[in-house]
């Protein structure tokens, strides 16, 4: 029968449990352990301590249900360092022959010499003890084997896993009845244990549940821990030290309490010497050497916090996985299963983050914006490998902390990712949302030269399309940073991010199918306050509305850069359990969501970035692409820019509120005018390029493929010939055509009639491209002038014109 640790028996009192636990004892020290077990339940009915008593001896459970020990979890940076470790024990579990002899001696001599002469208790100790309490009620004296001692400790182990802290605690009580029912019980399973476990094994789980000091758990950590070694490793005198910590952990830890431990030691080396483990003279040089000079404490630095000590600025990118691994059903069924393998599993979690990325984005992130800014504007960054999906460094303007007790400058709250991972909602994307419009474009077979009619205006619902809503509500206003607009390609207004320009591509498209383009990248809400889900197909959305967290945006551009391959972000690449075996973890599943041909087409028209919006920051020495961003009034700004081999984001704004950034000082520069307020140039692209400049140097950086001539400049179509129409017929023959129309203000001399087109160009029958303007001039009625000096050209002869025919007239 398995034991669950909150079995009960009948209660007693404290006199009648000892009384049971003495007439046990006394039995098994006449007549043996084996004896004492079958006459026990006799004796105590005869004494009359068991009506109402505890569970009788045969009633008891006889079997140890023993689970794996809880280990600690160990999370490491792409190169294999370490970067942060968890544990509910910080333990490490090894086998026996991991662990000295001398160790195994120590703990034997100290704790049970006759650990390998008796049946899992100690009679003799056991009667000895009981006496003892008996003359002494608030004596507490043990008597309890190693094997005794296992058992207690996989019992409380056993409770703490299965979240049941009340069993825990009964499993450690010591005084009165329960704590003799306690000892009654473990005798028990002590018994027989040993009747089915070496005494080797049961040795070597002792050594690795018992507790080695203030929340140390098993001799490997321990050794680690004291003397920055292994458990093979230890010699005679770190053995007695250890050997000496398990009566009482915290009392006897060496780091804590080295003078009392170094006492406590000096006691076990006698206890060697007398049982024939070391020589007289080991014991004497022993003695005489203070622990303090034997200690090499290596502390473990534990959770996410103490992974900024390792690699600066990475506590946020540490949380992050650890809400993977707590969310993500390949580690578990449920929350609580999934939180107890992170802590008590002894996992090996490799992931994604680069170190020397991760120090580069936390020291320019911080460069642009710093940590507490008198301003309250804070700054992220999320930097992605394209085509693997893999985050390799992630950063905030903020120092990662999840306590109650945070300062300046200090939070848990992630920037970079959705809601559900790090309590952010994500931030509006401004104009970086414009390139899944661009995309949508030309996958609808349009170009980047393609001319559009980009004037600002007031847009009717009606003037949009959108297959999967019913779209209603009042006229789309908007505005132009850069003015009015006009007549423009695509490829202008996306060097430039005219706004007019992108909605005038939107009411020429479906905005359902923008929307589903932006999908296929990625894009998503942010969760929380943000909502879930797909962006809506909205006008507003088009410039970048709704909100969006800074990862999923680098997730998506690094789409752009592998040629339309688009991978989901993932954090980790392999989890091993304590037993080595790979677990199933979290995949990029990296799909083609745009033809090469559209991605080339989006590389080539944002590699124009640095001659239109970000003109003014250092251009990197390597092929790039980029788009800046920012929202209606410099609320949120961003760039978001990628090469071949890396992409990132950046985001720059206030963290907990929808606030402008204008008339404003940060980092010590001042924002004061309309032309100087807070743009995606201002502060998000120069971090950027700091970041990739020094991110990729040495770093042999391939070009984008090159965009192809139809993506650019469209299918060529001959210009309808409209001279001799009115200003209405040739509007509606160049726009059925793919044409636009523009009436050039001033009237010329024609002998088409007034008010009809008299020239057009490019002229009737060129081969241009589709959207382009076709630019008309309308006759004033009057004929064109004569002039009287103008020679008239004879006409040559040829076919037409034979000699002898008078310039071509006929007889």
Sequence with gaps: MAYSPRARGRQVNAFQALALLLSFALIAVVGGVLAGAMVLPAVAVVKGTTNLAVTTFDNLPSELAAKPLSEKSTMLAADGSVLATFYAENRVVVPIADIAPIMQNAVIATEDKRFYAHGGIDPTGMLRAGVRNVLNPNATEGASTLTQQYVKNTLIEAALQSGDYAAAAAAKEAKGAEGYSRKLREAKLAIALEKSTPKQTI??????????????????????HYFSKHASELNYMEAATLAGVTQSPTKWDPAKNTADSETRRNVVLRLLKEQGYITVAEYTAGIATPLASMLHVQDTKVGCMAAGDIVPGSGYFCDYVTKIIASDAAFGATRTDRVNLLYRGGLTITTTIDPHQQALADAEVKNGVPVSDPSGVASAISVIEPGTGKVTAMAQTTNYNPTQTQGPGESAVNYNTDYKYGSASGFAPGSTFKPFTL???????????????????????SEFSARCSQLSGPPYKFGNAEGSGGNMTVLQATMNSVNSGYIKMASELDLCDIMDTASSLGIHKGGGQSGDGPFDPLPANVIGSQSVAPLTMAAAFAGF???????EPIAITSVRDSDGKELGVPQANCRQALEPRIANAVNYALSNVW??????VQEPPFPSAGKTGTTSANEDTWFLGYTPVLAAAVWVGFPNSFTKMQNITINGKRYYSPGHNVFGSSIAAPTWSRFMTQALAGVSVPAFAPAGTLEINGVPISVPNVVGQSVDAATATLKAAGFRISVAPDQVASTVPAGSVATQSPGAFAKVTKGS???????????????????VQPVQPGPQNPPGNGGGKKP
């Design 203 to 224: 040795l070597e789980g002792y050594l690795n549940i018992a507790q080695f000091g203030i929340n140390l758990y098993g001799i490997e950590s321990a050794a680690n």
């Design 439 to 461: 995309a949508q474009w030309l996958k609808d077979g349009h170009s980047l030269n393609e001319n559009i009619d980009a004037k600002l205006r007031t847009y009717q619902m």
């Design 561 to 567: 850069a592998s040629g339309g391959t688009f991978c």
């Design 611 to 616: 001659k239109g919006t970000a003109k003014g």
């Design 773 to 791: 303007v076709i630019t008309v001039q309308l006759s004033n009625g009057q004929p064109p002038a004569v002039d009287p000096n103008a020679q």
